[in-house]
């Protein structure tokens, strides 16, 4: 595991420096690389954006968080999906992007329910204040997505929301994007280290 300071990603973000993003996450996969990773996931939904700005230059191939959603949304046969996260997140086309390669629909909140939904997660998430009023926001935009713009699924696409939204008090069914990227990483670490060990056994047994 390796990260850069979140203040180091945020004066990027605060100035739409989205190659020096990718240079932060590149750096972190050159160091993971170096000392034997297989493969790389970020937990982040936002800083995907800069992951076509460094993809040919990394060392290791990535696990998409919004691909790994959509997959899960396909399968669950949703069809049209609320996006929640930063207003980086939100405005970005990381999830229109992957959801329509499923034949998904991206519905994203309007201008005032981003900046609020922004404000709460930078200003109060992220520093670790929870308050009721955070949930009853969330809520309101979710309802409005299912109510308003016909949303079958709401996206999680943040860290900090499961926080205060999940499947017990959310109108919508939620996809979790963190949990749902850590438990694709499993998977894959898992099958591949089923596929090495056949490998191995299979070379002995030579």
Known sequence: MHTHSLAEYVKCLDRGDWSGIGELMLASAQKLAAIGADFLICPDNTIHQALPYIA????????????????????????????????????????????????????????????????????????????????????????????????????????????????????????DSTRLLARAALDRAVRGAARHELSRGSAEAL
């Open 56 to 175: 040919s230059r990394s060392p290791l191939p990535w696990l998409h968080i919004a691909e790994v959603v959509a997959t899960e949304a396909a399968a669950r046969g949703f069809r049209r999906l609320g996006v929640t996260g930063t207003r980086w997140l939100v405005d970005s086309d990381v999830y229109p992007v992957a959801l329509a390669a499923r034949g998904l629909a991206a519905i994203r909140p309007n201008a005032a329910e981003r900046d609020e939904m922004n404000r709460i997660i930078m200003s109060e998430l992220v520093c670790g204040v929870f308050k009721a009023d955070q949930i009853a926001y969330f809520q309101s935009v979710i309802g409005r997505l299912q109510l308003e713009e016909r949303c079958d699924a709401v996206v999680l696409g943040c860290t900090e929301i499961p926080l205060v939204i999940d499947d017990t008090n959310s109108q919508l069914p939620t996809l």
